[in-house]
């Protein structure tokens, strides 16, 4: 979305997400840091940083803007922090003209698939692009709602591409799954636990 804001009599436009829905994975990744910091820093330094991780305001331009503008990029933000991401989980999602399917079997996970996982879930806030790329592989073979996408290999160059183009709308979804996944495998193992204790 278009926002109209004021320096020094000046009027500029400048793009700011309406939910988390639209903003992409890079911005997301810098706002989850600022949000996180433990840095003792100003409240309103940190709604700086955070309008500046969301749009495509220079910093040195929120700091020179006049009242009714930053007023008006307060509601912007208090409507955009609000929002609820989408929590439905895509399997398919289209970047530049490629399909990409969301691992379709993780219970045949190759260990080179697993050990990369494991390690970048360690930085997960630095590393949600890689992950991703992992998660989310070209589609090779599709037939109803059954596919089967690429090998697993490493690569970089899908993890940037997803790190600008994905947005939360698009892989929140795969985040409330395996926090789910990760709840019910606790609590079978509890369970499990339990009955071997008997």
Known sequence: MKVKLFKNNK????????TWNELNLGSYIK???????????HEIE?????????????????YGLDAKSIGKLGVHLTTFLESVPTQEL?????????????HPKLVD???????????????LEDNLHLILSI???????????????EEYKPNRERA????????????????????????T????????LTQTNK
Request: hydrophobic fraction near 40%; charge should be positive.
């Open 160 to 183: 940037e591409l997803f790190k600008k183009h994905l947005t939360v709308g698009d892989f929140n979804g795969a985040s409330v799954f395996f926090y789910d996944l990760g709840t």
């Open 135 to 149: 998660l989310y592989r070209p589609v090779t073979a599709k037939k109803k709602d059954k596919y089967r996408i």
């Open 46 to 62: 940190k709604i700086i940083r955070i309008l500046n991780s969301i749009t495509d305001i220079p910093k040195r331009d929120l």
């Open 90 to 102: 895509k399997h398919f999602i289209k970047i530049e003209g490629v399909e990409y399917g969301f």
């Open 109 to 123: 996970m190759s260990l080179g698939e697993f050990v990369d996982l494991e390690t970048y879930v360690e930085n």
């Open 185 to 192: 495998l606790i609590n079978n193992s509890k369970k499990s």
């Open 31 to 41: 706002v989850m840091k600022v949000l996180k910091s433990k840095e003792k820093i």
């Open 11 to 18: 009027s500029f436009r400048f793009n700011i997400p309406k």
